[in-house]
């Protein structure tokens, strides 16, 4: 039959929740270990069909992938924003550090995360809205997925790049979590490993480019 989606209730024998693991970041968002032995799950709870739980979760990686790519999306505008007032407000030998070559080229970075990062999150938002409306074309949901794949990529990595080079310009102030900067760069490094890490997703886009005979993972 394959796998199967059920709901488990806190309350079923067998079903036990462990502790708050430690994070490097995401402080305010609950992680725990959770232990499963031999619970008995009422027939009512399967999620969809029989065996077709795969299908189901994996159904739910573009919208996963897409969320995680527009909330990265939020931390590079967040992060432009806050080193361009800071580079602006911050006077070192005389004059602004916005004023510095090397500073600026920080800046330029970030925005250029951005402005790439905007563009593949609202191609891939597109698709998928594109996909909903033709649920049955399935060249639409192989587009869709693909895209979803690539924005979240992509925009996980510029934004680590973003709070890398917003740290940076601010300095030694940046190394604190009482700034903003600081604290985008804790939070953002687990985007490159859920929905996907990384490398899974390089391969799936590499298979798209070379063809479905070539993928690695199979």
Not at 103 to 129: F, G, N, P, Y
Not at 181 to 191: E, F, I, K, S, T
Request: aromatic letters at 6%.
């Amino acid at each position: 039959w394959g796998m199967s989606l059920v709901v488990l209730e806190r309350d079923m024998p067998g079903f036990v929740r462990g502790r708050n693991l430690d994070k490097l970041g995401l402080h305010a968002q609950d992680t725990a270990e959770l232990f499963f032995t031999d619970v008995p799950v009422p027939a009512a709870n399967l999620l969809g069909e029989e065996g077709n739980g795969f299908r189901i979760a994996m159904g739910t990686l573009v919208s996963g992938r897409l969320s995680v790519a527009a909330g990265c999306l939020g931390v590079i505008e967040d992060c432009l924003a806050e080193a361009a007032a800071y580079a602006r407000q911050r006077q070192q030998h005389g004059k602004p550090i916005a004023k510095h070559q090397l500073v600026q080229e920080h800046i330029a970075a970030i925005e250029m995360d951005r402005l790439a990062t905007e563009a593949l999150v609202l191609r891939a938002a597109e698709a998928k809205e594109a996909s909903q409306r033709g649920p049955n074309n399935a060249d639409l949901k192989a587009q869709a997925d693909l895209l979803a794949a690539q924005s979240k990529l992509f925009a996980a990595n510029a934004a680590w790049d973003a709070a890398d080079r917003a740290v940076q310009v601010y300095g030694g102030r940046g190394w604190s979590t009482l700034y903003r900067p600081g604290r985008h760069l804790q939070d953002v490094r687990v985007c490159r490993i859920y929905e996907g890490t990384d490398e899974i997703l390089k391969l799936k886009i590499a298979a798209a480019v070379l063809g479905k005979e070539y993928e690695a993972y199979k």
